[in-house]
């Protein structure tokens, strides 16, 4: 083929794996018009010269730029003009990377705690468990909850105080550098039990759990944290969340 002068839209379509519209398309938008436009039946010839500037389009599509971007950059006038474009790609990208892990971490977090908490789950009893210290990101009220990006990246814990309630981000590994404000929820022993359906129905479940442990001098707070919630489920009837009681130390 390297000996022929010119190639039809089909074949030049197969030397690089395109489908033919996308070069009538790359026509249209006058990114590679043919050489030859046979002018009895429309039919396109492209000089074999022009598969390295398809080569540069390919090259660049890969490369994630746009079609615009690619018209763009088809108008540089030097190699220096086009490698610091390439360069200003490149920083574009690896800021992409960068984010994409973000969000893979936070997906893999996610799976991790539904993992680690759902064997737990037992919607029966109430059991009294030892916790560690563990740590949060305040969110603050409900109408703070959406905005940011801490509801979305970590397990949700929502503080219920008797006239309250306040939203924060379960840490469940590395305390992220980017935000200064963390809380601690004290180590010590709690009343846990689950609650299975919407959270405007948690409040029962509240009382069941309080009523078990009512010798037990528990504190005020009670701690919920989403554990099947709806970023994993639709329907709210099979939401899962543990709430936890903390038992007061004695004095």
Do not use: C
């Not at 492209?46 to 598969?51: E, I, L, P, V, W």
């Not at 029962?204 to 504190?219: A, M, P, V």
């Not at 709806?230 to 329907?235: I, K, L, T, Y």
């Amino acid at each position: 083929m390297a000996n022929k002068e010119y190639l039809n839209v089909n074949e030049l379509a197969t030397l690089f794996g395109l489908n033919v519209q996308t070069l009538h398309y790359y026509d249209k938008i006058g990114i590679l018009k043919p050489s030859y436009r046979d002018p009895k039946n429309g039919y396109r010839k492209y000089r074999f010269d022009q598969t390295y500037k398809l080569a540069s389009i390919r090259y660049m599509r890969k490369l994630g730029y746009s079609i615009e971007a690619v018209r763009d950059f088809q108008d540089t006038k030097s190699p220096d003009e086009a490698l610091k474009r390439l360069k200003e790609r490149s920083v574009a990208i690896h800021a992409q990377w960068e984010e994409m892990m973000r969000i893979d971490h936070a997906i893999l977090r996610k799976i991790q705690f539904i993992e680690d908490s759902k064997d737990g789950i037992d919607y029966e009893n109430i059991q009294v468990v030892k916790y560690p210290e563990r740590k949060y990101i305040p969110i603050g009220a409900e109408e703070e909850l959406y905005a940011g990006e801490s509801f979305y990246f970590y397990p949700t814990i929502v503080f219920y105080g008797e006239n309250s309630k306040e939203f924060g981000a379960l840490l469940t590994d590395a305390v992220p550098e980017e935000n200064a404000e963390i809380r601690t929820i004290p180590a010590g022993t709690y009343v846990v039990g689950y609650h299975k359906g919407a959270y405007e129905e948690i409040q029962d479940s509240f009382k069941r759990i309080k009523e078990w442990g009512r010798n037990l001098n528990l504190e005020d707070t009670i701690l919920a944290l989403n554990i099947i919630d709806q970023f994993v489920e639709q329907d709210n009837d099979n939401y899962s969340t543990r709430i936890e009681v903390r038992i007061a130390d004695t004095k």
